[in-house]
Nanobody, 125 residues
């Protein structure tokens, strides 16, 4: 059983920054492709960013390219999402997830097997 715990969410004004963290335990973190997703009220969960176990491949949703950066620290079993130039439309619950099978970044939630509980990000205008 893999446990993921997100932190770092909060309320920020438009244009501000937040850094989300996702600490994992109970599995072999260094082997997982990791992803960040978000879900706004009334909307489906959507892919935000992901990176492979080595960190060599990253992928971002078009809506966050150039503003968000995903990274990982395998020694700490933690993945991060640095979010800059935040917009009100970034408001959502953000989730991290593990993909223990893929060597590339998948963008569908169906490809991820373990999920955190989520952390709320609210961007005010």
């Amino acid at each position: 059983q893999v446990l993921l715990v997100e932190s770092g969410g909060g309320l920020v004004q438009a244009g501000g920054s937040l850094r989300l963290s996702c600490a994992t335990s109970g599995g072999t973190f260094r082997r997982y492709t990791m992803g960040w997703f978000r879900q706004a009220p009334g909307k489906e969960r959507e892919f935000v960013a992901g990176l492979t176990w080595s960190g060599g491949r990253t992928q971002y949703a078009d809506s966050v390219k150039g503003r968000f950066t995903i990274s990982r620290d395998n020694a700490k079993n933690t993945v991060y999402l640095q979010m800059n130039a935040l917009k009100p439309e970034d408001t959502a619950v953000y989730y991290c997830a593990t993909d223990g099978l893929s060597a590339v970044v998948q963008t569908s939630p169906k490809d991820y097997d373990y999920w955190g509980q989520g952390t709320q990000v609210t961007v005010s205008s």
